[in-house]
């Protein structure tokens, strides 16, 4: 009787948070658009005109409907939730001009042409660098303007190099035979170092629970994109944790050790258990979607042999497409029935 009354109080308080959450995401996305026609266009307009054809219609895209849009309106917003205040114009600014940076960095990070010491002379001494070409200028403009309203120009400075150490790291992950230990530490390594990056874009420094915490938030965040990803990432040699699982339970199982470890090192910091709250169900409603990946990864399974086996199935049966009415039900469900976020 005890269970089935906490499981019924659970239920109610995870519906009454839905609206609060997608409130919250919609205007934040929508302010953020429009900081970004204030802030964010003009200083794009000048590198549209003087483009040498290294930065392509994608870049501009991926800079303002991906990058420029989601570190600020979302993971910043949502930082911003945690610690109970919202973002600053100088916060958003820094989080907006070095969110830009993230698809041209990656760019940058791939191009097997680019020095060592190159790379590294760019993230900690940008304003000596000389472009090679319109692609890196812009680069080097938004990085330098993001530097230049951050409360902690050298902190980020050097987690930028942990960024690019643990980028340079996951190539690892292209080789023939890589152990699933360190195919973990590498994704957790690539998508912690990056939100410990962002978070710096903050006034205040963090406090150790919550870089550690926020270390293991982006690997999770990282584990989930990977899960989404896998047709993807096997096709073009990159092995992941899952890629190369024969068994999605296991996957499942471990995904889900994960995400309540999240929620462990949450209550752990000092922020209050309201601010922790409702971070916690942001976090778990962006989370939910990837056990409705899973579960169409468990049907796959089932077809061969029950092993997963990623060879053997089209691009169409490993993509999980989000924007089917049905597969947003099946995540709400997930963040609903999850009892982890019970305070």
């Excluded at 907006?96 to 191009?111: A, C, E, K, M, N």
């Excluded at 938004?142 to 190099?161: C, D, N, R, T, V």
């Excluded at 077809?303 to 691009?315: A, G, H, I, L, V």
């Excluded at 049966?317 to 609903?336: E, G, H, S, T």
Aim: proline share 3%.
């Amino acid at each position: 009787m005890q269970n089935r009354s906490i499981g019924k109080r659970h239920y109610f308080k995870q519906m009454l948070a839905l609206p609060w959450i997608y409130f919250f995401l919609l205007k934040s996305v929508f302010k953020q658009k429009r900081f970004i026609k204030t802030h964010l266009e003009k200083e794009l307009t000048g590198y549209r005109k003087t483009n040498d054809g290294s930065l392509t219609l994608a870049d501009f895209k991926k800079i303002n409907s991906y990058y420029a849009l989601g570190v600020p309106g979302i993971l910043g917003a949502s930082l911003a939730v945690l610690r109970g205040q919202a973002l600053t114009k100088k916060e958003r600014l820094c989080l907006t001009f070095l969110g830009s940076t993230s698809g041209l960095l990656d760019d940058l990070f791939d191009d097997p042409d680019k020095e060592v010491q190159h790379l590294r002379n760019f993230i900690r001494d940008p304003e000596n660098l000389e472009a090679f070409n319109s692609n890196e200028a812009l680069l080097v403009h938004l990085y330098m303007l993001g530097l230049s309203y951050a409360s902690h120009p050298e902190h980020l400075k050097k987690q930028a190099l942990k960024v690019y150490e643990a980028q340079q790291r996951s190539l690892q992950q292209q080789k023939a035979e890589n152990p699933i230990r360190l195919i973990h530490e590498i994704t957790y390594a690539k998508g912690g170092t990056s939100f410990l990056f962002y978070r710096l874009c903050l006034e205040q420094l963090p406090e150790k629970a919550e870089v550690k915490l926020l270390s293991h938030l982006g690997g999770l965040m990282q584990l989930g994109n990977d899960i989404f990803d896998v047709w993807e990432d096997f096709h073009s040699g990159t092995k992941t944790a899952a890629n190369t699982c024969f068994s999605i339970q296991q996957l499942r199982q471990d995904f889900s050790e994960d995400l309540n470890t999240f929620f462990k090192l949450v209550e752990k910091t000092s922020y209050s258990k309201k601010q922790t709250y409702r971070f916690s169900n942001i976090i778990s409603l962006a989370l939910a979607r990837v056990f409705v990946c899973l579960d169409q990864f468990e049907k796959l399974e089932i077809t061969t042999d029950n092993k997963f086996q990623t060879e053997k199935y089209s691009r169409k049966q490993l993509i999980c497409d989000m924007q089917k009415p049905k597969n947003q039900l099946k995540a709400l469900r997930y963040f609903i029935d999850n009892p982890a976020v019970i305070n």
